[in-house]
Each structure stands twice: as structure tokens, then as C-alpha cells.
């Protein structure tokens, strides 16, 4: 099986700024994320040993979602002026390494990890239907310290989150997603949909909390399958109903 590891760089290189105190070169310029990157990178080179690997960024051209709902990550703190030179550095040493970025006006990070973990996954699946043998499967391995993508978590895809420091991680496959959250992978987007995002800035449904939003998908299975079936949760719960109306 190929390993394909798709980096979420503005993720991971916020993390490490936040996590380790303001280390500096020789002279005198802070670099404690670049040096936290590329701690967490070999970490991930030693540990999942990937066939390829590519880092995504986000770029500071409007995205398609602020175009949509101006609210959209709004209350975000400005990139310390620290850490804007600290990105450039990383881009370079990536370059130097010959280790593929991908980057796109318009879009985040989140979005190319979506894109390339789909076409990973499918085009080995026609691949094998094409030749009609075992041809070898592609396992997707994403880094990030964002919730949103666990929606692309299934059989051939998980998601390595740092949950402290740098190198504490845990693994996310179908089952953990489901131990963590009570809902599938898939159920994601809905999941967020009822419960808001604080760092994005925009919100869910009012007095709907996880445990509830949970509850609700288990047993409907979508949002629209919930908005669907609004009396028969009145009839059950005529508080839950008005909060969903």
C-alpha cells in the first residue's frame, strides 16, 4: 500500500509558535516555528514513512467562504508580525528539500487536503478497476490540528491531530472519530452546522450543544433528515423542536 501524507502547513506552523517560547538564529530572528515544523515534519517522516508527501498552505487572498458570509473567521487575532517572515522561511527550506507545496488563491489549506485525499483514494480505486488486479491502495494520512477535516476521515483516510506539544498526537480512523464526537466521519459538516465554530466564527443552532447535536445525528442521520422530521421530535421533546425551528 502507498502512503500519501498531506500536511496542513498554517495549522501545524501556529501550533508550534504557540507552543515553544520565542527561540531565535544566530541572529536574532525568531524561528520557534519554524524549528516546531519541522520538528513535528521529521517526527511524521520517521513515524509514518510516506511514499509521498506534499504540505498545503493557505494564502492571504480572500477566500470563497469570506465571500460567502463576511462574518467568516472575522474575531481571528492578525498573524503575529513575528511569525509572517517565519512562513517564508519554511517555504524555502521546503523548496530546498524538494517537498511539493500547494497553495491556490481563493481556497485554504482545508480545501487541497479535501481535493488531494479524494483523488488519491478515487484514481487508485479506477486504477484497479481499470486493470482489474490488486493493484496496490493508497492510505491518506492527514496533519492537522483542525476538527473540520475529519469529515474526510473513512477506510483509506485518517487524521493525526497534535493534542499537546508537538509530538503527543492522537490517530483518527472511523472508530476514534465515533468514540470522540458519538457521530460518523461523514456526519461532520452537519455536526458543525448545528453546533457552530467559534474559531470561524460562525454559529450553530441556539441551545444546541455537542451532546445534543450527537444525539440528534445518531438518530436522524443528517440535518436535513432532522429539519425533516420536526414534529415527530416535538412530540418528543417540544423545547428541542423550538430551538430546531
Known amino acids: 500500500m502507498k502512503k500519501l501524507v498531506l500536511i496542513d502547513g498554517n495549522a501545524i506552523l501556529h501550533r508550534a509558535y504557540h507552543a515553544l517560547p520565542p527561540l531565535t538564529n544566530k541572529?536574532?530572528?525568531?524561528?520557534?516555528?519554524?524549528?516546531?515544523?519541522?520538528?513535528?515534519?521529521?517526527?511524521?517522516?520517521?513515524?509514518?514513512?510516506?511514499?509521498?508527501?506534499?504540505?498545503?498552505?493557505?494564502?492571504?487572498?480572500?477566500?470563497?467562504?469570506?465571500?460567502?458570509?463576511?462574518?467568516?473567521?472575522?474575531?481571528?487575532?492578525?498573524?503575529?508580525?513575528?511569525?509572517?517572515?517565519?512562513?517564508?522561511?519554511?517555504?524555502?527550506?521546503?523548496?530546498?528539500?524538494?517537498?511539493?507545496?500547494?497553495?491556490?488563491?481563493?481556497y485554504e489549506a482545508d480545501d487541497l487536503i479535501g481535493t488531494l485525499a479524494f483523488q488519491a483514494v478515487s484514481n487508485a480505486e479506477k486504477r484497479r478497476i481499470k486493470t482489474l488486479k490488486n493493484a496496490?491502495?493508497?492510505?491518506?494520512?492527514?496533519?492537522?490540528?483542525?476538527?473540520?477535516?475529519?469529515?474526510?476521515?473513512?477506510?483509506?483516510?485518517?487524521?493525526?491531530?497534535?493534542?499537546?506539544?508537538?509530538?503527543?498526537?492522537i490517530v483518527f480512523d472511523s472508530a476514534k472519530v465515533s468514540e470522540k464526537f458519538g457521530i460518523k466521519p461523514a456526519q461532520m459538516v452537519d455536526y458543525k452546522a448545528l453546533v457552530g465554530d467559534a474559531s470561524d466564527n460562525y454559529p450553530g443552532v441556539a441551545g444546541i450543544g455537542p451532546k445534543t447535536a450527537a444525539s440528534l445525528l445518531k438518530e436522524y442521520g443528517s440535518l436535513e433528515n432532522i429539519y425533516k422530521s420536526l414534529e415527530k421530535i416535538k412530540a418528543k421533546n417540544p423545547n428541542l423542536a423550538l430551538k430546531l425551528a
Do not use: W
Not at 28 to 37: P, W
Not at 50 to 72: N, Q, S
Not at 138 to 167: F, W
Open 136 to 169: 496496490e491502495e493508497t492510505e491518506v494520512i492527514i496533519v492537522s490540528g483542525d476538527r473540520d477535516l475529519l469529515q474526510l476521515v473513512n477506510s483509506h483516510v485518517k487524521m493525526i491531530a497534535p493534542i499537546t506539544g508537538l509530538t503527543n498526537m
Open 27 to 106: 541572529k536574532g530572528v525568531v524561528v520557534n516555528a519554524v524549528y516546531g515544523f519541522f520538528s513535528m515534519f521529521l517526527k511524521i517522516l520517521e513515524d509514518q514513512k510516506p511514499d509521498f508527501i506534499i504540505v498545503c498552505f493557505d494564502r492571504k487572498a480572500p477566500t470563497f467562504r469570506k465571500e460567502m458570509f463576511v462574518g467568516y473567521q472575522a474575531k481571528r487575532p492578525k498573524m503575529s508580525d513575528d511569525l509572517v517572515p517565519q512562513v517564508k522561511f519554511v517555504h524555502e527550506i521546503l523548496e530546498k528539500a524538494k517537498v511539493e507545496i500547494f497553495e491556490v488563491d481563493g
